[in-house]
């Protein structure tokens, strides 16, 4: 996202791009990962970091802190004059981010019980309308400045289909991994499931069902007994170190995505 930031700024104001920025990787980061609502809730924050950062570059002004009010700005921007400002800022940019707030702050984890959970379906929508928002706010900034090629590589980087790392279907969990042991896919299940407990059938379980052999999931889950909590009726737990593997393996898989 270095790059990313590169050819944002100063075309727009750095504090603002760089909170951008850092939300929307934290935001991709939570997808990866199947964390559905910190994943959006995190867009919104991306969202009124880009709002500033337009804002700025367009000398409309807005409220600080908790004051701040995304509508508002959206609003101002549209009543821009034509023809002074470029369409992107003034309509294109503005209206996808009161999709992807409106969605962030009003549904979320929110939904009747009859209803097909939108967790996945919003968090899906997030991430691809905000990579759309950053690959406009580079064509604009960069537009005649470097080559049209490098800009367009990372536009297409940012706007290309995601998909998660771990995969939940009617309560199984999938990791999606181009490479994964049995002991990384256990690590990943706890690290997902986490604070919640599982089962130790249930993770041998779960293992088997990401390919590999009933005794190669046995051992796994005896392999990573320093790694985790046992209680009485023997549900796993990861400890902090178990954690901390997690991360950097869910890291490592996340990255390789993009090889």
């Not at 850092?22 to 559905?36: E, L, N």
């Not at 950062?53 to 921007?77: M, Q, S, W, Y």
């Not at 939108?118 to 690959?135: E, R």
């Amino acid at each position: 996202m270095l790059v990313a930031e590169t050819l944002l700024v100063p075309t727009f104001p750095t504090t603002h791009i760089s909170a951008a920025i850092g939300h929307f990787t934290r935001a991709v980061d939570d997808f990866g990962r199947g964390d559905w609502e910190d994943s959006v809730a995190k867009i919104g924050k991306f969202v009124e970091a880009m709002l500033k950062a337009v804002a700025t570059h367009c000398h409309v002004p807005f409220e600080a802190g908790r004051k701040f009010k995304a509508d508002a700005v959206i609003n101002a921007l549209g009543q821009l004059p034509y023809g002074v400002h470029d369409d992107a800022l003034r309509l294109l940019i503005p209206r996808a981010c009161r999709v992807a707030y409106d969605l962030a702050s009003n549904r979320g984890a929110r939904h009747d019980p009859g209803e097909i959970n939108p967790n996945a379906m919003d968090a899906n929508f997030a991430i691809h309308t905000s990579s759309w928002i950053l690959a406009e706010a580079i064509r604009y900034a960069q537009k005649g400045v470097v080559d049209p090629s490098q800009a367009k590589a990372l536009v297409e980087s940012l706007t290309e289909k995601r998909y998660p790392l771990v995969e939940e279907v009617d309560g199984r969990l999938y990791v999606h991994a181009k490479k994964k042991s049995a002991v990384e896919v256990a690590l990943v299940v706890l690290a997902q499931s986490h604070p919640k407990r599982v089962r130790k059938s249930v993770l041998i379980d779960t293992i088997k069902r990401n390919g590999f052999s009933v005794k190669n999931a046995k051992m796994a889950v005896n392999r990573i007994s320093n790694l985790v909590d046992y209680d009485d009726g023997e549900n796993l737990k990861l400890l902090a170190p178990g954690l901390q593997r997690a991360e950097e393996i869910i890291k490592r898989a996340l990255e390789s995505f993009g090889t």
